[in-house]
């Protein structure tokens, strides 16, 4: 098959999406032109102001507790540019992945320049470590200017991870598992201009290396789509086009996203193989009510390859999108393939209405064909729920924790600083 028929028969899931994106997008412009980027900011302060609806925190609870007076500041204290909102949350806890683990979950949010025109820029820092030996250090950073005029992306990442793989395709089965380890280095920075109101485009560099790889047990997955390569780079040039309509990535409101990544990997600049990876996301959320707090929240992530062969731990796969956490109910790497097609329901709501305490309900559910074939003849679904912990109500931070049933008899915790999308 030639490669533009090849590209034809595997995108042509996606024209279906461009005419959903041009509809959703001229919706979203001519309904909420009008709402200005200070949305989250109004919000917030009118939270303070109400008697009926003061909000609360861990660490307003916390000072409850020990009696610790503080001194209250003004939302024009709160909110000027330059301060640091910080959630901080170490815990012990369990997930599928990473079995008994020590975290230590950490987010900064900020304003670059006045929060009446600038969207809250928000930097992640969430090292982990694991009974299982694991060690996993990710920086991740979202960075608006002054006027949203830029916005600069960071995913920085180090991991040294002894795992599960379960080879490729939707038909394996939980039991068919092999256990690897290796070392991965994750440098990604991209810088986007704005275009036109919420639409950005730009450019960037992602290099993914993964060295010291070792597969134990007698199925040999790895090894057999790799010949027993001990390291694998997957060196490419992005661009992008998003449009982006949230004004706080923590906790998004009434707001739509959408983004489109072309990936060109190189050998030129350190590529293993020459291959090219397409990536298509959609966010939408609708604001019930406010007060309390109800939001409906969908999610659609989807990566197609083509071109040479993709090194195997760059393959799309369950729970490693950007923030790893497609796939709740499942174990990450689940699911591995050439192409994956993922899409996530999920329902928001206050349980108390100062906001301390919520909750969600969420379904997923996901598709990756069978190597080599393209075909995607298998969806696998995953349900659960949810309760929200508010640490930090300035920036709108919650503590995810979230337990999730997938099909197979797969089940377990998962863990996230902020929404989980």
Excluded at 90 to 117: K, Q
Excluded at 163 to 168: D, H, I, M, N
Excluded at 357 to 380: K, M, Q, R, T, W
């Amino acid at each position: 098959m030639d490669r533009s028929k090849e590209w034809f028969i595997k995108y042509k899931f996606i024209n279906s999406w461009i005419v959903y994106l041009l509809t959703i997008l001229f919706y979203t412009t001519t309904h909420s032109f009008a709402q200005t980027s200070n949305v989250y900011v109004k919000d917030s302060a009118k939270h303070r102001d109400s008697s009926r609806y003061v909000q609360k925190d861990v660490m307003d609870e916390i000072t409850k507790v020990i009696k610790l007076k503080t001194k209250p500041e003004s939302d024009s204290v709160n909110l000027k540019p330059g301060k640091i909102f910080t959630s901080i949350f170490p815990a012990v806890g369990y997930s599928l992945s990473n079995g008994v683990t020590f975290i230590l979950a950490t987010n900064f949010s900020f304003y670059t320049d006045n929060p009446n025109n600038t969207n809250l820029s928000v930097i992640s820092l969430n090292p982990l470590y694991s009974l299982k030996q694991q060690t996993i250090i990710p920086l991740i950073s979202s960075i608006w200017l002054a006027n949203n005029k830029i916005n600069l992306l960071g995913d920085y990442r180090f991991y040294q991870y002894p795992s599960l793989t379960y080879g490729l395709g939707g038909k394996r089965l939980l039991s068919q598992s092999d256990s690897v380890d290796y070392s991965y280095i994750k440098i990604s920075q991209e810088a986007l201009y704005s275009i036109w109101h919420n639409l950005y485009g730009g450019i960037g560099y992602n290099w993914d290396y993964h060295y010291n790889i070792k597969e134990f047990d007698n199925r040999r997955q790895y090894e057999r789509y790799t010949q027993g390569a001990t390291e694998s780079s997957s060196s490419g040039l992005v661009a992008r086009l998003k449009y982006d309509s949230r004004t706080n990535i923590n906790n998004p409101k009434d707001a739509f996203y959408a983004d489109f990544i072309y990936r060109d990997n190189l050998t030129a600049i350190g590529s293993t193989t020459n291959w090219q990876e397409i990536s298509v996301e959609f966010r939408k959320y609708i604001q019930l009510s406010k007060y309390p707090n109800n939001v409906l929240a969908f999610w659609s992530w989807n990566e197609f390859t083509s071109g040479g062969k993709v090194p195997y731990f760059d393959l799309p796969s369950t729970g490693w999108d950007e923030y790893s956490n497609t796939g709740r109910g499942f174990i990450q790497g689940r699911f591995t393939g050439t192409d994956i097609v993922y899409l996530e329901g999920e329902y928001r709501f206050d349980i108390l209405r100062d906001g301390l305490l919520g909750g969600v309900v969420f379904c997923n559910a996901e598709s990756v064909p069978d190597y080599p074939s393209h075909d995607l003849d298998v969806i696998h679904v995953g349900k659960g729920i949810g309760l929200r912990i508010k640490l930090n109500k300035y920036s709108d931070t919650n503590l995810c924790i979230d337990y999730g049933w997938g099909d197979g008899g797969s089940r377990g915790f998962f863990f996230n600083v902020g929404e989980v999308f």
